[in-house]
Antibody, heavy 122, light 110 residues
């Protein structure tokens, strides 16, 4: 069955960096675009970034553009989110999610990881 | 402030029907497919409806979706206490070149 396992979260000081990972299994990872979505404590979902199946196309929310980088290693079925210059407002649970079809980077988001909590605090 | 607008909360009695609206614009809902997600307390979101009105396998037909112009609607019939959750609409915004979600609607089954 499809499984997405998010990891890499933790407590980090403002201005520092963190890299999240998402290990995928149970489907042909290299055929699907992958997304990151976050949810601040007690708040709604916020879309963060998407990467095409081959890594050639990447799109970001304005709130993270220039600070976050999405990438993937199809040989290891793993998605990454490099987060630099972290701010208190980046505190959230971060979910990876797979696109439903192979032909586009657009939603819907079919399968979701369990999420990993990132806390930015001094 | 979310790009897509949803009511913060809705409620209905068990067995009844409820609808949740999602309002956007021509750059998002008006020209892209809408999907709906259910987030049970303490859990990750789950895809409920995709491409405006399609259900993934395993989603009961009590859940339905529709879209008209720049608005979309999620319908849930035969409400059960297990349906209590937060519901989010989502789509792509062709102007922002980004995914967008509604602010979420908390469903209470009284």
């Amino acid at each position: 069955q499809v499984q997405l396992v998010d990891s890499g979260g933790g407590v980090v000081q403002p201005g520092r960096s963190l890299r999240l990972s998402c290990a995928a299994s149970g489907f042909t990872f290299s055929s699907y675009a992958m997304h990151w979505v976050r949810q601040a404590p007690g708040k709604g979902l916020e879309w963060v970034a998407v990467i095409s199946y081959d890594g050639n196309y990447k799109y970001y929310a304005d709130s993270v553009k220039g600070r976050f980088t999405i990438s993937r290693d199809n040989s290891k079925n793993t998605l990454f989110l490099q987060m630099n210059s972290l701010r208190a407002e980046d505190t959230a649970v971060y979910y990876c999610a797979s696109a439903r079809t192979t032909v586009t980077v657009k939603p819907p988001l079919d399968y979701w990881g369990q999420g990993t909590l990132v806390t930015v605090s001094s | 402030q979310s790009v897509l607008t949803q009511p913060p909360s809705v409620s209905a009695a068990p067995g009844q029907k409820v609808t949740i609206s999602c309002s956007g614009s021509s750059s998002n809902i008006g020209n892209n497919y809408v999907s709906w997600y259910q987030q049970l307390p303490g859990s990750a979101p789950k895809l409920l409806i995709y491409d405006n009105n399609n259900r993934p396998s395993g989603i009961p037909d009590r859940f339905s979706g529709s879209k008209s112009g720049t608005s979309a609607t999620l319908g849930i019939t035969g409400l059960q206490t297990g349906d209590e959750a937060d519901y989010y609409c989502g789509t792509w915004d062709s102007s922002l070149i980004a995914g967008v979600f509604g602010g979420g609607t908390k469903l209470t089954v009284l």
